[in-house]
């Protein structure tokens, strides 16, 4: 019982000081204004990078903590902006995280990866459709005209930066909690957990569906 108590704690731990890791990347490597309202910040590898060792689960409640603190601090856009910020963050870092942390292998973090981002790009599309004329007062036609040129490479931008940093810093970051002995030497999901992730992955993929339905029917109605 002690150990298991303990290994809570340190998971907590780990968790809260990657939480803050996002948060201060959220923080201090934003670059606001691309196009007039978009942003980047790297939140996303930290957050990717917590859900690969310690599920799906405790990605997206990182996410939603991160946003919410994002609202109200360095955001502008409040609840809208809260809403959009962890529909993206969260299909991604849910998508790609399920996905590894069924069987912890390279080609299947780089198929996550690869799934979240597109799953993003498409969820990001249709809310930005649905909510960008609320917010900045355009009509729908304009937004549509910002699908090929805006939308769609900010976001696929977006999501493959993301990506390669996530390759790119997880070793180092797993290696480094392995020695203050925050993370044991092998990780592994018990079987809750993995039903749990199949949830999550269900989940996502209907929404993922019910997207790119809601899409083929916007298209359809305006053409």
Same mark, same amino acid.
């Given at each position: ?82 809403? +959009? ?126 997207? +790119? ?11």
């Amino acid at each position: 019982m002690t150990d298991k108590r303990t290994e809570r704690v340190k998971m907590i731990c780990s968790l809260a000081m990657l939480t803050a890791l996002a948060m201060a990347a959220d923080f201090f490597l934003r670059l606001p204004n691309i196009s007039g309202f978009l942003t980047y910040e790297p939140k996303d590898v930290i957050l990717t990078i917590g859900a690969f060792i310690y599920g799906p689960i405790a990605g997206i409640v990182m996410s939603l903590i991160v946003c919410l603190v994002e609202m109200v601090t360095v955001s502008t856009t409040g609840p809208i902006g809260l809403l +959009m910020n962890f529909l993206a963050s969260g299909v991604f870092v849910g998508i790609a995280s399920v996905i590894y942390y069924r069987k912890k292998t390279l080609p299947r973090a780089i198929i996550g990866l690869v799934a979240g981002s597109f799953s993003m790009v498409a969820i990001m599309l249709l809310w930005n459709y649905i909510i960008t004329p609320i917010y900045q007062g355009i009509p729908r036609e304009a937004v549509l005209d910002l699908f090929p040129t805006v939308l769609i490479p900010f976001n696929a931008i977006k999501a493959g930066l993301n990506s390669a940093l996530v390759l790119f810093l997880y070793k180092g970051v797993v290696t480094a909690l392995r020695k203050s002995k925050l993370v044991p030497e092998r990780e592994s999901a018990d079987g809750t957990n993995k039903v749990m992730n199949t949830v999550i992955l269900l989940s996502i993929s209907a929404l993922i569906v019910a997207t +790119m339905i809601l899409v083929l029917l916007i298209f359809a109605k305006i053409i």
